[in-house]
């Protein structure tokens, strides 16, 4: 696929991946994924956090609902 973007993130879920079915048959996903920036001006400093929405279909979905938990960090 020419126009599909491959990206990794590392971070926590923030709550259980919540799975739906769609009329048409195809499972969905959803959770958040907290993800911790690293860098910072001195050790003082607060870290930020990015809150990423994630989405995923079919088998992917099923899998996700399976074995990924709240606070556990991606596989």
Do not use: C
């Amino acid at each position: 696929m020419k126009n599909l973007a491959h990206i990794v993130l590392d971070g926590n879920l923030t709550s259980d991946p919540e799975i739906k079915t769609l009329n048409s048959g195809k499972n969905v996903a959803t959770f958040t994924l907290a993800v911790n920036h690293d860098y910072k001006s001195t050790p003082e400093e607060p870290g930020e956090v990015s809150f990423v929405d994630i989405e995923l279909w079919d088998r992917q979905a099923i899998n996700a609902h399976e074995y990924l938990k709240k606070g556990k960090k991606r596989p």
